[in-house]
């Protein structure tokens, strides 16, 4: 057994199998949530902007964004007396939030890219502060490959030209940046250096090209100059901010908007300068953790592309969101210009929920504080005041969002939805569930107990409105609207969807009936349990019957949303709400019916994925991940990638909900529903932690392609992130889990039994517990472990052998200690030139060292010799056996020996 040991700060390892670049999707959209962003292509070397003003959505209708870039700007390198402007490249990789290209060399010295948006995952007011600033980040390294110093400089260039607000050009604002002035609009571009003694310029380009200085006068570019060492790296870090203000003058239906149309930033900064600054102080934290999240995510033995939508899918959270000053968040639907309480913000909720819960808490009170009047508890779709002519103008699109935190009944949802004549969609469901949902995930995260008690009231009158709509003696609402329901008259009669609605409320019932318990309100914990055991015996008698033959998940747009309800319970961990039988049963209808679907005029990946592509994924995808069918759901996933990853990456930060052919597949939609990819995810992984109850869920569901193991797989945790190692045998599994903090206090942990037993013999740590239940659900059966006093989980982890397997292979053997002596932040790992690297061999034999590229290319050899069992450093030459200089940049170290070997990532260079 190899080990690697880097000296770092952190007790975790990466192991990555391979992983590969995405390229021609003209660049990551970078900008905090609701603010607007900038975008790079370094194909073109040019940069693309938002035109985004709040409260209304992206204007990137017709590829608009693509559409708005600077008259010139990108970036200008110099190295060694020789100088290259507008730099580009086809080496580039997307990995939302995150872009990274390499240029070619200059004079020895090459060039690389890593621009990022700023976020750094966790649940504290700093992060979130990031996470809504209007800020993107672009690093330059340079590494010198000579045998000598090189002096080096590099420049960025932004002909604002209005784009993001301010003057057209530049003004010179000291030697490290440029201002875009303006009263109401501006913005800043900013240059640090992290070399020995760097010359800063600003302005015009002056001598850049012949000596590596701008002009110092009013002009788009930004620069800095040092000299290189021979072997060593420089960074020159390009700070971009902006600062936008909107006050309209339509007041809509509302007065007295005191400028709460503004972004939710006018709360921390006073124009871009300031944003620039906090920007600024916080650069490398923000590099180093994205870093570490991107190659921490692409670090598991899942499948590349799928790791790799898991990624990219979450640009909604760029792309989609708002937030205003007066604490209002919600996210843009998509092709609707219509932004509010719509289900699919929650079923993408997940990756925000469990990274920045702040986001969420604000979403959930914005859907709280908009509750109708005329129908308490009921939830709105969306707010519309039924303009025409669609995205015709900010003032229009403005007055969408313009619904107070206050409940209202003239607000009108969905303009075209009409109910025997009626505008309005207080007959819908679902929208209550997902209410009920957000609350819960929040619960779960954050375990914030006095907020939960604050929201109870709220949660429970929703609740109450779903019991109302459900009929005298049901706790099904079979009758009411949803998302999924479609005009049978050309927009003013609309059928149901009862299979949704009553599967879907089943897990809503329990989700009010554990929140409930979690406050002590014990009364009402046992009446919702009461509901849903009801509803789930109505459910099973009303559908269960004849199942292999009626029309349930049977040949139909959108049948997938019959069994959504089973995939929201097993995410949840919660029971199974429906039969085994019947389940699976819907299951081989569903695969019948999409399978081999075709459809005339519409590509035949996109016929497969149904009319809406992501609730395919995310319903009928996370039902068979639940039923045990990780296989089929890679199929179902596999579609989707294939259809935008493969065959139009341009669109990879656009995808639509809805099932398009020709040139509508290429609808700039961006709908906000991609991030619940991420649900299929936990799933596979059957993970969940409960911070408010202190239960931690493991029960794997592992696609054939992984051999029963998971390795180094990134667990979210809004505390600080942890990692997953698993292996099962035919009877048996080893379990690791560790947090890089102590993040995670647990006194009842969850398996998966796989045993065949009720009483296989468990060990933690390597003691014996004693208190287990064996759970048999049908499908779904448990192992319940109830600790006799509870144990925090940190960097050290803990172990769990079930029925005598013991961790041998893979990283559940050990837990490798990770440290550096240049220690960055949590799970960043660089090498570089003079850096030693320790590693551990269990025996004696020829031990291999490599470089391969993210492609899995082989850069070279680093180190090979016999060593004896124990730890072994060697110090690096920055090399290659062969005498090839490896410049800076992510790679998988590759450590070989006779016994097998291992890969992790790492960054090499100072």
Same mark, same amino acid.
């Given at each position: 057994?190899?080990?690697?040991?880097?000296?770092?700060? $952190?007790?975790?390892?990466?192991?990555?199998?391979?992983?590969?670049?995405?390229?021609?999707?003209?660049?990551?959209?970078?900008?905090?949530?609701?603010?607007?962003?900038?975008?790079y292509d370094a194909t073109t070397g040019n940069f693309y902007t938002s035109g985004k003003t709040p409260p209304p959505a992206a204007d990137g209708w017709n590829g608009a964004d693509y559409n708005?870039?600077?008259?010139?700007?990108?970036?200008?390198?110099?190295?060694?007396?020789?100088?290259? /402007?507008?730099?580009?490249?086809?080496?580039?990789?997307?990995?939302?939030?995150?872009?990274?290209?390499s240029f070619s060399a200059v004079k020895g010295v090459a060039f690389t890219l890593t621009a990022f948006g700023p976020y750094l995952p966790g649940d504290n007011p700093d992060n979130f502060k990031?996470?809504?600033?209007?800020?993107?980040?672009?690093?330059?390294?340079?590494?010198?490959?000579?045998?000598?110093?090189?002096?080096?400089?590099?420049?960025?260039?932004?002909?604002?030209?209005?784009?993001?607000?301010?003057?057209?050009?530049? *003004?010179?604002?000291?030697?490290?940046?440029?201002?875009?002035?303006?009263?109401?609009?501006?913005?800043?571009?900013?240059?640090?250096?992290?070399?020995?003694?760097?010359?800063?310029?600003?302005?015009?380009?002056?001598?850049?090209?012949?000596?590596?200085?701008?002009?110092?006068?009013?002009?788009?570019?930004?620069?800095?100059?040092?000299?290189?060492?021979?072997?060593?790296?420089?960074?020159?870090?390009?700070?971009?901010?902006?600062?936008?203000?909107?006050?309209?003058?339509?007041?809509?239906?509302?007065?007295?908007?005191?400028?709460?149309?503004?972004?939710?930033?006018?709360?921390?900064?006073?124009?871009?300068?300031?944003?620039? @600054?906090?920007?600024?102080?916080?650069?490398?934290?923000?590099?180093?953790?994205?870093?570490?999240?991107?190659?921490?995510?692409?670090?598991?033995?899942?499948?590349d592309w799928y790791k790799d939508r898991l990624l990219n899918n979450t640009y909604p959270m760029i792309h989609n969101s708002q937030a205003t000053k007066d604490g209002r968040l919600a996210f843009?639907?998509?092709?609707?210009?219509?932004?509010?309480?719509?289900?699919?913000?929650?079923?993408?909720?997940?990756?925000?929920?469990?990274?920045?819960?702040?986001?969420?808490?604000?979403?959930?009170?914005?859907?709280?504080?908009?509750?109708?009047?005329?129908?308490?508890?009921?939830?709105?779709?969306?707010?519309?005041?039924?303009?025409?002519?669609?995205?015709?103008?900010?003032?229009?699109?403005?007055?969408?969002?313009?619904?107070?935190?206050?409940?209202?009944?003239?607000?009108?949802?969905?303009?075209?939805?009409?109910?025997?004549?009626?505008?309005?969609?207080?007959?819908?469901?679902?929208?209550?569930?997902?209410?009920?949902?957000?609350?819960?995930?929040?619960?779960?995260?954050?375990?914030?107990?006095?907020?939960?008690?604050?929201?109870?009231?709220?949660?429970?009158?929703?609740?109450?409105?779903?019991?109302?709509?459900?009929?005298?003696?049901?706790?099904?609402?079979?009758?009411?609207?949803?998302?999924?329901?479609?005009?049978?008259?050309?927009?003013?009669?609309?059928?149901?969807?009862?299979?949704?609605?009553?599967?879907?409320?089943?897990?809503?019932?329990?989700?009010?009936?554990?929140?409930?318990?979690?406050?002590?309100?014990?009364?009402?914990?046992?009446?919702?349990?009461?509901?849903?055991?009801?509803?789930?015996?109505?459910?099973?008698?009303?559908?269960?019957?004849?199942?292999?033959?009626?029309?349930?998940?049977?040949?139909?747009?959108?049948?997938?949303?019959?069994?959504?309800?089973?995939?929201?319970?097993?995410?949840?961990?919660?029971?199974?709400?429906?039969?085994?039988?019947?389940?699976?049963?819907?299951?081989?209808?569903?695969?019948?019916?999409?399978?081999?679907?075709?459809?005339?005029?519409?590509?035949?990946?996109?016929?497969?994925?149904?009319?809406?592509?992501?609730?395919?994924?995310?319903?009928?995808?996370?039902?068979?991940?639940?039923?045990?069918?990780?296989?089929?759901?890679?199929?179902?996933?596999?579609?989707?990638? =294939?259809?935008?990853?493969?065959?139009?990456?341009?669109?990879?930060?656009?995808?639509?909900?809805?099932?398009?052919?020709?040139?509508?597949?290429?609808?700039?939609?961006?709908?906000?529903?991609?991030?619940?990819?991420?649900?299929?995810?936990?799933?596979?992984?059957?993970?969940? $932690?409960?911070?408010?109850?202190?239960?931690?869920?493991?029960?794997?569901?592992?696609? *054939?392609?992984?051999?029963?193991?998971?390795?180094?797989?990134?667990?979210?945790?809004?505390?600080?992130?942890?990692?997953?190692?698993?292996? =099962?045998?035919? @009877?048996?599994?080893?379990?690791?889990?560790?947090?890089?903090?102590?993040?995670?206090?647990? *006194?009842?942990?969850?398996?998966?039994?796989?045993?065949?037993?009720?009483?296989?013999?468990?060990?933690?740590?390597?003691?014996?517990?004693?208190?287990?239940?064996? =759970?048999?659900?049908?499908?779904?059966?448990?192992?319940?472990?109830?600790?006799? /006093?509870?144990?925090?989980?940190?960097?050290?982890?803990?172990?769990?052998?079930?029925?005598?397997? =013991?961790?041998?292979?893979?990283?559940?053997?050990?837990?490798?200690?990770?440290?550096?002596?240049?220690? $960055?932040?949590?799970?960043?790992?660089?090498?570089?030139?003079?850096?030693?690297?320790?590693?551990?061999?269990?025996?004696?034999?020829?031990?291999?060292?490599?470089?391969?590229?993210?492609?899995?290319?082989?850069?070279?050899?680093?180190?090979?010799?016999?060593?004896?069992?124990?730890?072994?450093?060697?110090?690096?030459?920055?090399?290659?056996?062969?005498?090839?200089?490896?410049?800076?940049?992510?790679?998988? &170290?590759?450590?070989?020996?006779?016994?097998?070997?291992?890969?992790?990532? &790492?960054?090499?260079?100072?």
């Amino acid at each position: 057994m190899l080990s690697i040991i880097l000296r770092t700060s $952190l007790i975790s390892l990466l192991i990555i199998s391979s992983t590969f670049a995405l390229a021609k999707t003209r660049g990551t959209p970078l900008g905090g949530m609701g603010t607007g962003y900038v975008g790079y292509d370094a194909t073109t070397g040019n940069f693309y902007t938002s035109g985004k003003t709040p409260p209304p959505a992206a204007d990137g209708w017709n590829g608009a964004d693509y559409n708005r870039k600077p008259s010139s700007g990108g970036f200008y390198f110099f190295a060694n007396g020789q100088a290259v /402007s507008k730099a580009t490249t086809t080496d580039e990789d997307a990995k939302c939030p995150m872009y990274t290209a390499s240029f070619s060399a200059v004079k020895g010295v090459a060039f690389t890219l890593t621009a990022f948006g700023p976020y750094l995952p966790g649940d504290n007011p700093d992060n979130f502060k990031l996470a809504t600033s209007p800020l993107a980040f672009f690093e330059i390294a340079a590494t010198n490959g000579n045998a000598a110093a090189v002096d080096v400089a590099a420049a960025m260039e932004f002909a604002n030209g209005g784009l993001l607000g301010g003057a057209n050009s530049g *003004s010179v604002d000291g030697t490290q940046a440029i201002s875009f002035a303006g009263t109401n609009d501006n913005a800043y571009l900013a240059v640090d250096c992290d070399g020995t003694s760097p010359a800063y310029s600003a302005g015009a380009i002056g001598t850049f090209t012949t000596a590596g200085t701008l002009a110092n006068s009013d002009g788009n570019l930004v620069a800095a100059k040092c000299s290189v060492p021979a072997d060593g790296t420089v960074r020159f870090k390009f700070t971009l901010s902006w600062w936008r203000k909107y006050e309209t003058t339509n007041t809509g239906r509302y007065s007295n908007w005191d400028g709460k149309e503004n972004y939710w930033y006018h709360n921390n900064f006073a124009n871009s300068k300031d944003a620039a @600054a906090f920007g600024r102080s916080k650069f490398d934290a923000v590099r180093n953790g994205i870093t570490s999240f991107v190659s921490r995510t692409m670090a598991s033995n899942f499948p590349d592309w799928y790791k790799d939508r898991l990624l990219n899918n979450t640009y909604p959270m760029i792309h989609n969101s708002q937030a205003t000053k007066d604490g209002r968040l919600a996210f843009w639907e998509g092709l609707y210009g219509i932004i509010g309480t719509i289900d699919q913000g929650q079923h993408a909720a997940l990756f925000y929920t469990f990274n920045w819960p702040e986001v969420q808490w604000k979403e959930l009170n914005y859907w709280r504080s908009t509750t109708r009047k005329d129908f308490p508890g009921q939830i709105h779709h969306d707010f519309n005041i039924g303009i025409s002519n669609f995205h015709s103008n900010a003032e229009k699109e403005a007055a969408r969002f313009v619904c107070p935190l206050v409940g209202s009944n003239n607000i009108n949802d969905y303009w075209w939805f009409k109910v025997n004549g009626v505008q309005n969609t207080n007959t819908w469901a679902d929208l209550n569930m997902m209410f009920i949902f957000k609350a819960y995930e929040l619960m779960l995260a954050t375990g914030n107990k006095d907020s939960m008690t604050a929201y109870f009231p709220a949660i429970k009158q929703t609740a109450e409105r779903i019991i109302a709509q459900c009929g005298s003696g049901s706790k099904l609402p079979l009758n009411c609207h949803s998302t999924y329901d479609e005009s049978t008259d050309g927009g003013n009669t609309f059928n149901t969807s009862p299979e949704y609605n009553g599967g879907v409320v089943l897990p809503a019932y329990l989700a009010v009936s554990e929140i409930a318990k979690y406050i002590g309100q014990t009364d009402v914990a046992a009446t919702y349990r009461g509901y849903y055991e009801t509803g789930r015996a109505e459910y099973q008698k009303k559908y269960g019957n004849d199942i292999a033959t009626n029309n349930y998940a049977k040949g139909r747009d959108c049948s997938e949303g019959d069994v959504a309800g089973y995939s929201w319970a097993n995410y949840f961990c919660f029971e199974p709400v429906m039969d085994s039988a019947f389940i699976t049963a819907a299951n081989k209808k569903l695969w019948a019916y999409y399978e081999n679907r075709t459809e005339s005029g519409v590509d035949n990946l996109r016929a497969k994925l149904g009319k809406w592509g992501f609730y395919t994924c995310d319903h009928w995808g996370g039902t068979e991940i639940a039923t045990g069918n990780p296989d089929r759901a890679l199929v179902i996933h596999g579609w989707d990638h =294939e259809y935008y990853f493969k065959d139009s990456p341009g669109m990879i930060f656009w995808q639509t909900l809805r099932k398009e052919s020709g040139a509508n597949k290429d609808s700039y939609a961006s709908y906000m529903t991609g991030p619940t990819v991420w649900r299929s995810y936990f799933q596979m992984c059957g993970y969940l $932690l409960d911070n408010a109850n202190n239960r931690l869920w493991i029960r794997p569901r592992i696609p *054939s392609s992984m051999n029963g193991k998971i390795t180094n797989a990134l667990l979210l945790n809004p505390k600080c992130l942890g990692t997953l190692n698993y292996e =099962e045998s035919a @009877a048996g599994q080893c379990v690791r889990v560790s947090y890089d903090a102590p993040g995670a206090t647990v *006194s009842e942990i969850v398996l998966k039994n796989n045993t065949g037993s009720d009483t296989p013999p468990i060990k933690i740590n390597g003691e014996t517990v004693t208190t287990v239940t064996a =759970e048999n659900n049908g499908i779904e059966k448990n192992l319940r472990i109830k600790l006799a /006093s509870p144990i925090t989980i940190g960097p050290d982890g803990i172990t769990i052998s079930v029925n005598g397997m =013991e961790c041998k292979t893979g990283t559940c053997s050990r837990v490798v200690k990770l440290s550096s002596v240049f220690p $960055l932040s949590i799970n960043n790992f660089r090498i570089a030139a003079g850096m030693p690297i320790r590693y551990s061999a269990d025996g004696t034999g020829m031990v291999v060292m490599e470089l391969l590229t993210l492609n899995g290319a082989r850069i070279g050899t680093i180190m090979q010799k016999n060593v004896s069992a124990g730890e072994h450093t060697f110090r690096w030459d920055g090399k290659t056996l062969n005498g090839k200089r490896v410049g800076s940049a992510f790679v998988i &170290v590759r450590l070989t020996s006779p016994a097998g070997s291992m890969t992790k990532t &790492v960054f090499t260079g100072r």
